[in-house]
């Protein structure tokens, strides 16, 4: 199925799947990724929106903004290639510089894509690897760890976080759709990223199911808790006040 101007089969699977493209609008005012991933100061792309998550889950912690901006883009990217890889068999060309990011939008990340042209090759894991892994999230992470000091781990878990919900939800939607061959493409492709080196250590997958071995630290928003795939049961208890020493006042000595 060859890739369409619109990409319009990306729709029908739900809002985290679909790609706007130019016929839907202008979006040249909006910054690229490839902005977001190279900030240049206090005001730039991936900046603003970490900012606005903080504001919106109104905590004062920008590590936890950070690392959940960080998740939710993430979902939208694996999302958008594996249903282009799925239900087209193509990949258009998906690099920082041609994806607009909409940074004032609500969930889901609002993206556009500068005219829909097919990479070249196959799209298999090893195509969607190079794409999303290799062409996003590893500068993204690189940036959230030099400016917010965001561990690697938690952000690779974020990432095959991700790829699990994006692939599941892929999958339910195709067999409700009386479409086996295409849940079980999305399943197949899932499983192959995730022997992928950044995505091997992040989790364990049984079925359509995922455990991740970090915290996307979403229990330390006001109000917030555990997700269903995180690694601790429940939320864990917040630190303990420090004992004071005698002879230290009520310094901690720790």
Known sequence: ????????????????FTLRTAPYGNPAGLPTLAAAYAPQGPDDPLAARVRLVARRLRTPEPRVAAS???????????????????????????????????????????????????SPGDADAAALADAVLHGHLEPLGETLRNHYGVAAGLLWGNAGS????????????????????????????????????????????????????????????????????????????APRAPTAVPGKGDRPTG
């Open 162 to 237: 991700a790829l699990a919900g994006a692939a599941r939800e892929l999958e339910r939607w195709a067999r409700a759709q009386g479409r086996p061959g295409t849940a079980d493409r999305a399943r197949a492709l899932a499983g192959e990223l995730f022997g992928h080196p950044l995505l091997r250590a992040t989790g364990t997958r049984t079925g359509t199911a995922f455990r991740r071995r970090s915290c996307c630290l979403y229990y330390r928003v006001p109000g917030g808790g555990v997700c269903g795939d995180c690694c601790f049961p429940r939320p864990p208890a």
């Open 68 to 118: 959940l901006a960080q998740q939710g883009l993430a979902a939208r990217l694996w999302s958008a290639a594996l249903g282009c890889a799925v239900l087209y068999g193509r990949l258009p060309e998906l690099r920082p510089g041609r994806l607009r990011w909409d940074i004032e939008a609500s969930a889901p990340d609002d993206l556009w894509l500068t005219g829909v042209r097919p």
């Open 1 to 16: 199925m060859d890739l369409d101007p619109e990409l319009a089969a990306l729709r029908p699977p739900g809002p985290f």
